[in-house]
């Protein structure tokens, strides 16, 4: 078994061990709430599909050994490298304090790591292309050592993003969104910005999906991210305000990221636009088809929703960027 640290957004860490039992024959998880990180022991030959398919990570780094001195760390350090063979190549050293004590920084610690390996093996350092891409952090008195597998390629990248939102969606959020939707085989989203939702929920199954936002210049962009990811053909997109929503086909769930008033304001103020949101939920979400929707205003969401027959089932607190949001899931119920 291989023991490896992911890390998401704080807040979703159940979705990555969730994820990773889909993938991996054998795996267990272990993480504190609202860490944004997920220890994994995994089988040997899981971690490439791990890498290659889990849309719920952002990075993913090979834990190798772990510490309780810095003469421990670097004795480690030293023993793991030499025992990989790489002669001649080029390393570079990232480093984390998670907690605070210990008086030194990250940037210390990376420091005296790559002096070490560079006095004991003679490597040669690389900070933009290294070789050999070496992981060590500090956490409560431990440290841990091994290699950060996502280096190159943060894995919360997407290649279909040729267009980018200027207050673009997480799509490691967006993914976790659309799992907690399901299941589902239709699918609107009416602030739909550059395509984010539909096109995670796209990867999750075989959806149709309807994309709506009321600047057609996003909604443009969207066409082209959707041209790119080669899923044209089943997200349909419309240009929309969602107070004046001419939709009206009935649909499995709504999964939606309304704006939140930072740096994209909505059109009418976003109270109007909330009640345009329920009132389109209400009008053409089936019979317990789910709303999920990501929101900073988790109290008056939940008052919008039960006087519109939609009961909160679910909420998950998550942070991104310093900024406290919930992923809130409605139900639309059986009276409704």
């Known amino acids: 078994m291989l023991r490896v640290l992911a890390t998401t957004v704080p807040g979703l860490e159940f979705v990555v061990a969730e994820e990773a039992a889909e993938i991996c024959r054998q795996v267990k998880a272990s993480y504190t709430k609202l860490s944004g990180r997920v220890f994994l022991e995994v089988d040997d030959g899981c971690l490439p599909h791990l890498a290659a398919r889990a849309r719920s990570l952002e990075g993913l780094r090979l834990i190798a050994g772990e510490a309780i001195s810095l003469n421990e760390l670097l004795a480690g350090v030293v023993s793991f490298v030499r025992e990989l063979g790489v002669e001649g190549l080029y390393f570079s050293v990232h480093a984390e304090r998670v907690t605070k004590e210990g008086g030194f920084t990250s940037l210390d610690l990376a420091r005296i790591v790559g ?178 929707v990501l929101t900073t205003r988790l109290k008056a969401s939940e008052r919008l929703g039960a006087r519109r027959g939609l009961s909160l089932v679910a909420k998950h607190e998550v942070n991104e960027g310093g900024l406290t949001s919930y992923i809130a899931v409605f139900s639309k119920s059986l009276s409704s």
């Open 115 to 292: 002096e070490k390996v560079r006095e004991e093996l003679g490597l040669k350092v690389s900070l933009d292309f290294p070789d050999l891409p070496l992981y060590v952090e500090y956490e409560g008195g431990r440290y841990r050592y091994g290699l950060d597998l996502s280096f190159f390629h943060g894995l919360r990248d997407r290649p279909y993003r040729v267009f980018v939102h200027p207050s673009a969606l997480n799509p490691v959020i967006a993914y976790a969104m659309c799992r907690l939707a399901m299941p589902f085989e239709t699918l609107l989203d009416p602030f739909c910005g550059s395509g984010t939702i539909p096109l995670e929920c796209s990867q999750v199954t075989e959806v149709q999906a309807f994309c709506s936002d009321v600047n057609e210049h996003y909604t443009a962009g969207a066409r082209l991210n959707l041209l790119k990811a080669g899923t044209y053909s089943r997200i349909h997109i419309l240009a929309s305000d969602v107070r004046r929503h001419p939709f009206s086909r009935e649909v499995d769930a709504i999964v939606t990221n309304p704006p939140f008033g930072i740096r994209e304001r909505a059109v009418g103020g976003l109270e109007a636009a909330y009640r345009g949101l329920f009132d389109l939920a209400s009008s053409v979400l089936r019979e317990e088809g789910k709303l999920v």
